[in-house]
């Protein structure tokens, strides 16, 4: 993350890199096996200018020729440039944020240099990183602006495809708040004399333990491109430019009886104890091998193993790996209301450290980025509750299923929970291979449900007579009866057809008729979503589809050893519904 192009810009930012680090770490990237190299930059940065935007192709350029002609590789190079937001409690807490009409300029130019460079060039939404701005150093005047935009709609604003910009500027309008004022340049003090007071900010009654006067210091070296090094460490002048010296560099050790440095920022570090720090890593990184070791290793050896890397770590590593005799044990877990909202990335981070905090030990795969052997079941929606989710996952320990729950459950989050542990027989198929049906379960109490029920009443002929449930079961007999029924997903801007009725495999009321239970088929070629099924059934639009997602429950994962979709699709919603149809068809999993 090189932040910005050239060194001036560099240096008013106080990035503390010079162009020699990037094109260095680089081809440590380059030398160590990677050919795609992906650079983070931001444009609208104080004090910037046209060169300084062109310094950010230029560098994108250097280091696509140092891949090519230095390491001889075919180097694809992304240069992401994000739009600088103003934060509070930084020292560019004062700066005004450039106008979006002078930022979308920047971006084409950056775009019709990289074009003729053959570099990648994204850039980030203008107007998302505008609204960004004003919140970011806004006061209590938009409390209500920030209410009239949720009550005109407003949501999930961090995703482009539901940010409505228009919308949030109405409700600016309506409230009678001018964005303006958030935007300009703010003063620091009350007046232009020494001495003279800084001008409260409304986020001043926050205390980060900085003091705002370091802030204002920062400040106005940052405008003068003056660099401070980063503190608690050494400083010794390098080709004219005060540099801190990292326990990495070779020049720690004649520098490392200094005194440590110290901007007095209000944080009040113990500098005794930095000290000790530093000892430690110095006595760490004599055990990794240097970069110039690296080149001459790989010149006479080729390409083996990673730059960094402990010599006592990696041979401890290799033999417990080695030594280690791994089991199989399939998990069943439950992901509940307070949770559902959690994605399956973050759940992929979770249950690993609920793992590492139970004391569990896992199986790492081989390789240079050893990765816990967890694998997943199908990924869950965002918002919908699962009743009887799966894992499976390697491990050396042989595992009780009860002492299992009660050690991993004490570490679990709120909202997580597992219910059931069984050990595998050597060389069953893997997860993903086994399941081949979801089932869901669908409130019909659901006010969009009952919204858009009173509507097909009265829309359609010969319903006026029937109880609710009566309607509800013919029209899911009429979905099943039908062959296909398309319909078009939306996704990023990209439209896909996609035939609904295919992948939907029962449908019908639960046993108290108070929800609708839906199964659909898990395969490599593609699924359905199960509001998408109630979507087209009801006939809903886009907000109530929405909503509606967060009403979903997975009752199951299982197999359908028979795996065949006509097993299912006779069924017309009587008593018992989908699920007693389904389960008639399906093997329970182990722990189901
Ligand atoms: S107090 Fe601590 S954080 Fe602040 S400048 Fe000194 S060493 Fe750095």
């Not at 005060?242 to 560099?249: G, H, L, N, Q, R």
């Not at 896992?362 to 989710?389: D, N, T």
Request: proline share 5%; aromatic share 8%; net charge neutral.
């Amino acid at each position: 993350a090189p932040e910005a192009g050239t060194q001036r810009m560099r240096d008013v930012i106080n990035k503390n890199i010079t162009e020699e680090d990037v094109i260095q770490s680089c081809s440590v990237a380059f030398s160590e096996g990677w050919s795609g190299m992906k650079m983070y930059f931001m444009i609208g940065l104080p004090t910037e200018t046209d060169e300084d935007v062109k310094g950010i192709a230029e560098l994108g350029r250097k280091v696509r020729e140092l891949g090519q002609k230095e390491f001889r590789k075919s180097v694809r190079v992304t240069c992401s440039a994000s739009y600088f937001v103003p934060k509070p409690h930084t020292p560019f807490q004062w700066c005004r944020q450039e106008e979006v009409e002078q930022v979308k300029r920047k971006q084409r130019m950056l775009k019709e240099l990289g074009r003729r460079y053959r570099l990648d060039v994204k850039v980030h939404h203008a107007e998302t990183s505008l609204l960004e701005g004003i919140i970011s150093r806004g006061d209590r005047n938009l409390c209500k602006v920030i209410e009239r935009a949720w009550r005109m709609g407003c949501r999930f604003d961090g995703w482009t495809d539901h940010f409505d910009f228009d919308k949030w500027m109405k409700a600016f309008e309506v409230e009678g708040v001018d964005i303006q004022p958030y935007l300009k340049e703010f003063p620091v003090k009350e007046f232009d004399k020494p001495g003279a007071p800084l001008v409260q900010l409304p986020w001043d009654h926050i205390d980060t333990l900085v003091k705002r006067e370091f802030n204002a210091r920062e400040y106005i070296k940052g405008i003068k491109a003056k660099i401070s090094p980063p503190c608690e460490l050494p400083v010794k002048i390098i080709n004219g430019r005060p540099t801190a010296i990292a326990p990495s560099s070779e020049e720690f050790e004649r520098v490392a009886s200094q005194p440590l440095l110290c901007y007095a920022c209000g944080m009040e570090c113990d500098l005794e104890l930095s000290r000790k720090h530093l000892e430690r890593a110095v006595a760490l990184h004599k055990e990794v091998r240097s970069y110039e070791d690296r080149i001459s290793a790989i010149k006479e050896e080729g390409i083996d193993r990673p730059l960094v890397q402990l010599t006592s770590s990696v041979e401890a590593d290799s033999e417990r790996r080695a030594e280690a005799t791994l089991n199989r044990y399939r998990a069943v877990f439950e992901k509940g209301e307070r949770i559902k909202y959690l994605s399956h990335l973050d759940l992929t981070r979770q249950l690993p450290r609920a793992f590492r905090r139970a004391k569990i030990t896992l199986g790492y795969s081989q390789g240079f980025h050893p990765m816990p052997l967890i694998q997943y079941g199908p990924a869950l929606g965002v918002g919908v509750v699962g009743e009887r989710e799966m894992i499976d996952f390697d491990s050396p320990d042989l595992l009780e299923e009860a002492e299992f729950l009660d050690r991993i459950n004490s570490r679990m989050p709120e909202g997580l929970r597992f219910i059931s542990l069984a050990k595998l027989p050597a060389g069953s198929p893997s997860l993903i291979k086994v399941i081949n049906r979801a089932e869901y379960s669908l409130p019909l109490g659901a006010p969009e449900i009952r919204t858009a029920l009173s509507r097909i009443r009265n829309e359609r002929e010969g319903l006026s007579g029937l109880e609710d449930e009566e309607i509800q079961a013919r029209l899911a007999d009429e979905f099943l009866r039908r062959e296909s029924w398309v319909i078009e997903r939306v996704r990023k801007d990209k439209r896909q057809r996609v035939d609904v009725r295919r992948y939907t495999l029962g449908l019908g009321l639960s046993e108290d008729r108070a929800s609708l239970r839906i199964v659909t088929e898990i395969s490599p070629s593609g699924g359905v979503k199960p509001v998408e099924v109630v979507a087209a059934i009801y006939g809903l639009g886009g907000d109530d589809t929405v909503s509606l997602s967060s009403r979903v429950r997975r009752i199951r994962l299982y197999r359908d050893e028979a795996a065949d979709p006509a097993s299912l699709t006779g069924h017309t919603g009587d008593a018992g519904g989908a699920s007693e149809h389904a389960s008639l068809a399906a093997r329970s999993l182990a722990g189901d």
